[in-house]
């Protein structure tokens, strides 16, 4: 019973800090009086590094989970897999390309126009909207949803 209840937790707890952190906090400080574009980007160097590090935490945990309690719905697993790819992505591809980036942006070095940033935001999104999926497709299996 607890494997289940937390394999429906993590997706949304996992969509919460992506929305609060992704879609809220990232552009939100840039607003901020004081806040220049180096020192909201060094922020946000941080905030997404140390959001990285949870949803690993997370990914490794709801692989747990489906390791004792196997979703029986392939709406469940494919859902998993895509923003298990969608993580893998952004940590080993897309996270250092931005990091340099925003490197070069703090010391003045960047040449214009980059997508990165663009391709992240919309990755954040399908990952948000997986999520969201995925923790009412597991509550729906557990919890016996018709």
């Given at each position: 019973m607890t494997t289940k209840v937390l394999q429906i937790a993590i997706p949304f707890v996992w969509f919460g800090l992506v929305a609060g952190l992704?879609?809220?906090?990232a552009p939100l400080k840039f607003q901020a009086p004081g806040i220049t574009l180096p020192l909201g980007l060094g922020i946000g160097r941080l905030v997404?590094?140390?959001?990285?590090?949870?949803?690993?935490?997370?990914?490794?945990?709801?692989?747990?989970?489906?390791?004792f309690v196997r979703p029986k719905g392939k709406p469940a697993v494919v859902t998993a897999a895509i923003v298990l790819f969608i993580l893998l992505l952004q940590t080993i591809w897309?996270?250092?390309i931005l990091d340099v980036r925003a490197e070069q942006v703090i010391a003045g070095t960047a040449e214009p126009g980059s997508s990165a940033h663009?391709?992240?935001?919309v990755l954040e999104a399908v990952k948000l909207l997986a999520?969201?999926?995925?923790?009412?497709?597991?509550?729906?299996?557990?919890?016996?949803?018709?």
């Open positions: 992704s879609f809220l906090e997404f590094y140390a959001l990285n590090k949870i949803e690993i935490v997370l990914a490794l945990s709801l692989i747990v989970t489906f390791w897309l996270l250092p663009i391709i992240y935001i999520l969201l999926v995925l923790g009412a497709a597991l509550a729906r299996e557990h919890l016996n949803f018709k």
